[in-house]
């Protein structure tokens, strides 16, 4: 079983940046492929970018990721935030390869609210 925890969310003016981190509870994370998400109100979850040991980054939305497997965390960072950057962000798990689709992941976080004030 993994567990994720999202923190770093917040509100922010527009221009500004914001690093996120997700945290996974088990060692086995070095193994798995960690995706970040985006949900806005009234919108699909929407991919932004993912980490795996055989992908290495892939971006779906601008911004830079980065990991830390002694720490087993995962890092987004957001910079030149818009106000439509505002959204709750997930980072999940998955075995091995990235996705941009939300169904293939098995595990996710609970999420962090980021707001983007213009």
């Known amino acids: 079983q993994v567990q994720l925890v999202e923190s770093g969310g917040g509100l922010v003016q527009a221009g500004s940046s914001l690093t996120l981190s997700c945290e996974a509870s088990?060692?086995?994370?070095?193994?798995?492929?960690i995706g970040w998400f985006r949900q806005a109100p009234g919108k699909e979850r929407e991919g932004v970018a993912c980490?795996?040991?055989s992908d290495g980054s892939t971006y779906y939305a601008d911004s830079v990721i980065s990991r830390d497997n002694a720490k087993n965390t995962v890092y987004l960072q957001l910079n030149s935030l818009k106000p439509e950057d505002t959204a709750v962000y997930y980072c999940?798990?998955?075995?091995?390869?990235?996705?941009?689709?939300?169904?293939?992941?098995?595990?996710w976080g609970p999420g962090t609210q980021v707001t983007v004030s213009s």
């Open positions: 999940a798990a998955r075995r091995v390869r990235c996705s941009a689709t939300p169904e293939r992941y098995d595990y």
């Open positions: 088990e060692r086995a994370f070095s193994r798995s492929a």
């Open positions: 980490f795996s040991s």
